[in-house]
């Protein structure tokens, strides 16, 4: 069986979840089938995989038309494909245009839900709406759907009712245990002068909305007075979230010492040392359907604290793993939570909790690579993967 990987994010150009799982499931894949990967960007040297840049923005075009543009390239090189398999809406269309064309069956993995991200068309404009329209042409046509959590199925058969719940099947994101451990050195610590001996708590993603960052930083105003704080933020959605958090960092700069913010995608050695030298990391996202970097954490054996929305309490065992923060949103559709100043209390006292008891967040970090290298690899994220293709018709 020959299957076309179809994903906006692959080495080197990872940025999220996404891209990881693309990446670490194709691995996978390629020890049982035949995989082609067709991806967005500049060449790749990886063999049997392709790149597509998207097209010069000349006139100043909204984004969602060029992804649209670069799906079009895709969907017509999958010729000879027995199956092909999308990842998130950027590649949707290209999976669904594939399936069209070639007459081949077209799975989709729903990595999160774009009518459920509404944040997005402060960066998007009008794209927004494309990018919802894409998701749903898509999602109403494939032949089958795998969704990464137990929630995120909730959502997939809520938010697309005309989706039959027998197509839609939970395989979890895995995590590679082997790049993803415990790492000592203190170098990383001693480069950005992170003092080793005051408790860190770290956070590591996207600087927008859905990642709850913000809400993190109010929390901060009333952590425990040894605690550090470590953010290692990637690109900032829009400017006005970027403002908004710049100016929480200073504020909170002024108040206590110990606030470090570094910029950019860093490499798997930083993170894995800056993930073990943590006494807690952080999670605080609005939606989350079900938070590879919760996985990372865990294989590094540090304790986790994060808000319980989407899928992360499938992934963290509150009380065991780590601490579960209560979320509420509003009733308006936008994810915002409904008391913040509430959320922002409950992730202070949980942080607040494991500093004050660190043999506690490390009994938690011990527990959670254990359960990370017991229930979440990537091979047999791969292995059920294969099932759902071998059930398709054509499958084999």
Not at 21 to 41: D, K, P, S, Y
Not at 168 to 197: C, K, M, Q, W
Not at 238 to 251: F, K
Not at 303 to 322: K, Q, R, S, W, Y
Request: hydrophobic share 40%; charged share 25%.
């Amino acid at each position: 069986m020959r299957v076309d990987i179809l994903t906006r994010e692959y080495p080197p150009e990872v940025y999220g979840g996404a891209g990881v799982h693309a990446a670490e499931l194709t691995r996978a894949l390629r020890r049982l089938t035949e995989v082609r990967v067709r991806c967005f960007g500049e060449p790749r040297d990886e063999p049997d995989t392709w790149s597509y840049p998207l097209p010069k923005d000349e006139q100043g075009s909204n984004p969602a038309l060029r992804y649209l543009a670069v799906d079009l390239g895709m969907a017509g090189d999958c010729a000879g494909a027995d199956l092909v398999h999308s990842h998130t809406w950027y590649a949707n269309t290209a999976g669904q245009l594939a399936q069209l064309l070639h007459g081949i069956p077209h799975v989709m993995t729903m990595h999160s839900l774009e009518p459920l991200r509404p944040w997005k068309a402060e960066q998007l404009g009008g794209g927004y709406s494309l990018s919802q329209w894409m998701e749903r042409s898509a999602v109403s046509g494939a032949d089958a759907v795998v969704a990464v959590s137990g929630a995120m199925r909730e959502d997939v058969l809520r938010v697309y009712p005309e989706v039959a719940a027998e197509r839609v099947h939970v395989i979890h994101n895995g995590i590679d245990t082997e790049a993803y451990r415990p790492e000592h050195s203190i170098a990383t610590l001693e480069h950005f002068g992170i003092d080793p001996d005051r408790p860190i708590v770290l956070f590591v993603g996207r600087v927008t909305r859905q990642k709850g960052l913000q809400h993190l930083l109010r929390a901060a105003f009333d952590l425990h007075p040894d605690a550090q704080l470590v953010l290692c933020c990637g690109q900032p959605d829009t400017p006005e979230i970027a403002a908004e958090v710049a100016d929480l960092v200073t504020e909170l700069g002024r108040r206590r010492s110990g606030v470090f913010r570094i910029d950019g995608m860093l490499d798997a050695v930083t993170v894995r040392r800056l993930l073990t030298h943590a006494t807690v990391f952080v999670c605080p996202s609005l939606y989350e359907p079900m938070g590879i970097v919760n996985l990372e954490a865990m294989a590094c054996e540090t304790a986790v604290v994060a808000t319980a929305v989407g899928g992360i309490p499938e992934v963290v065992d509150d009380g065991n793993t780590g601490l579960l923060v209560p979320y509420r949103p509003v009733s308006d559709g936008t994810g915002e939570p409904a008391e913040p100043a509430a959320l922002a209390a409950g992730l202070a006292e949980a942080i607040n909790r494991l500093i004050e008891d660190p043999a506690l967040a490390e009994k938690f970090g011990r527990a959670g690579r254990e359960r990370a290298v017991r229930e979440f690899s990537w091979d047999r994220v791969a292995e059920r993967t294969m099932a759902v293709y071998r059930a398709l018709p054509g499958g084999r």
